[in-house]
């Protein structure tokens, strides 16, 4: 499910940004939010399935624990604040009124 929202995060890849730096936090953070939580099954499986009982296993599984949660909320939290700040930059036909009457037929 994770995947699947960074994917939708994904079609704004050719929007239109405010800021050059804006766009590219943009991908990465969408790009991130897909790729984290298979990272971080990828360490499990890792752990589990090659590792014996060892100390590498308990590095590998540390990792698939606590790594990846850190990165995914920060890959939210940029999405969240570059949604909210690139309302300080939208087209002029955003504040166009729409005269609603005229779009409804019996009217």
């Known amino acids: 499910m994770a995947s699947i929202f960074g994917g ?6 050719f929007f239109a940004f405010p800021t050059y730096p804006e766009q590219v936090l943009w991908h990465i953070s969408a790009v991130a939010i897909i790729l984290i939580p298979w990272l971080g099954l990828f360490f499990f499986f890792l752990s589990v399935t090659f590792l014996e009982n060892t100390e590498l296993q308990d590095l590998v599984m540390g990792t698939a624990i606590f790594i990846p949660p850190p990165l995914y909320i920060t890959g939210r939290i940029i999405l969240l604040v570059l949604m909210a700040t690139t309302l300080r930059n939208l087209p002029p036909d955003t504040y166009q009124a729409v005269s609603w009457i005229s779009l409804v037929p019996h009217l």
């Open 8 to 13: 939708i995060h994904c079609i704004a890849w």
